[in-house]
């Protein structure tokens, strides 16, 4: 509220300059927040001091307020009439209400009684002080596909009081991740009051297939006998979709081959041999292997200590 | 005060626009469409809606759902105050007691 600043200061109307200066300096000793810590009235007192200060030190804002063309905040006086507010809150005000007019029904009494307005509560505020309170969070989960976190998408989730929230995964999102969602959270308490944030819970669900390790994505590959001893180019699914793959001669079981950047982010695709036989009788193959001696490795056990 | 004086409060509101906003209920003035009388409360009605419309800049669309938001605001505002009144015919000194209890966050 704008109180009249040649009164705050204690000033007469054609006060000098220098008058102002003193009288500012004299108040502003007495009541600086600082000089009066645990006392909040005083900071008060000092905030209107300076207001009253700063528009009657400048002469041409003093001038303005002297001829009522600005308020004692500094604000252009709206030569307006009564506000809408003035009527509205006026019992004839009852002529815009857009429903039933007039008359208490018991509903209305128990809406007004049981707290509807948002007085009290934990933290209230004092008398007259508005009560604002900042909605709580909202917790939910989100399972997402292996594929989805590992490419980003959104998702549409319905909230228990039936809103739908869309929620964007970003892509490589970890499984137990936390998305926040400002403002989507509960409803704050009192005019003005900000709602609270959602907490989105990133449940990444496991993959038949791809596995992840850190910013890698692991995936075993069976080839046959035939692909490992000779090399052969084969096709992998990536989670970007299939590339073709090179495998050179003489790769075993357990063969890591790198697909550059073909995993997560910066990641790469890390693809793991697994050398399959061929499901039936392979006589042909038999017979080879029977007059066949190894150059290399005669024994791959050697390294394994005796039980 | 007929439809043209009304116009004429305002530097940038014609006739036409506030003819929309009686014809879509959100000016009541008495009387009929060629001969429409605005009362003190009719204006500060025009004032709110000019205030929504030009300095708010809320869209055309949406001028329904703020409207009705803010009736019903004022309802309630109306409606708390006459129960306030009534406490206080019924049980002088009651209010203030109310008022301390709420200030102290039940």
């Not at chain 1, 300059?17 to 810590?37: E, I, Q, S, V």
């Not at chain 1, 934990?122 to 596909?145: C, F, K, Q």
């Amino acid at each position: 509220m704008a109180l009249d600043p040649y009164q705050v200061l204690g000033v007469a109307r054609d006060a000098d300059g220098k008058a102002l200066r003193a009288a500012y300096r004299a108040l502003a000793k007495k009541f600086h927040p600082d000089l009066n810590p645990g006392k909040p009235e005083h900071a008060e007192r000092f905030k209107q001091i300076n207001a009253a200060y700063e528009l009657l030190s400048d002469k041409d804002k003093r001038a303005r307020f002297d001829r009522g063309e600005i308020d004692a905040e500094g604000n252009e006086a709206r030569p307006t009439g009564p506000t809408w507010r003035d009527f509205a809150d006026a019992a004839g005000g009852e002529r815009y209400h857009p429903g039933a007019r007039g008359g208490f029904a018991p509903e209305d009494l128990e809406d007004i009684l049981g707290g509807a307005f948002g007085f009290g509560g934990p933290g209230g505020g004092r008398h007259g002080a508005r009560v604002r309170m900042r909605g709580s969070d909202a917790h939910y989960t989100l399972t997402v596909s292996f594929l989805d976190a590992a490419r980003g998408a959104t998702r549409r989730i319905t909230l228990p009081d039936g809103r739908t929230l869309d929620v964007r995964i970003p892509a490589g999102v970890r499984d137990g991740h936390v998305l926040r969602l400002r403002g989507q959270g509960h409803p704050g308490f009192g005019e003005g009051a900000p709602a609270g944030d959602a907490l989105v819970e990133i449940a990444v669900a496991p993959h038949p297939h791809f596995r992840r390790e850190g910013d890698d994505i692991l995936i075993d590959v069976p080839v046959t006998l035939k692909e490992a001893v000779l090399g052969a180019s084969v096709e992998v699914p990536t989670v970007g979709g299939k590339v073709r793959l090179n495998i050179p001669p003489g790769s075993g079981t357990g063969t890591r081959l790198r697909l550059r950047g073909r995993g997560i982010n910066q990641g790469h695709q890390y693809v793991v041999l697994q050398v399959v036989l061929p499901p039936g009788e392979e006589p042909e193959l038999a017979a080879f292997l029977r007059g066949w001696t190894p150059r290399h490795g005669g024994n791959p056990r050697a390294d394994m200590e005796a039980g | 005060m007929r439809i043209e004086a009304v116009t004429a409060l305002f530097a940038d509101l014609d006739e036409p626009e506030l003819r929309l906003w009686v014809e879509r209920g959100w000016v009541l003035p008495e009387g009929e469409a060629e001969a429409w009388e605005f009362q003190e409360i009719d204006i500060a009605r025009v004032r709110l809606l000019h205030t929504l419309r030009r300095d708010l800049e809320v869209g055309e669309d949406s001028m329904p759902v703020v409207l009705s938001l803010l009736d019903q605001l004022y309802d309630m505002r109306r409606r708390l105050k006459r129960l306030l009144e009534a406490v206080d015919r019924q049980q002088p000194g009651l209010r203030a007691s109310l008022l301390e209890e709420l200030s102290r966050g039940a």
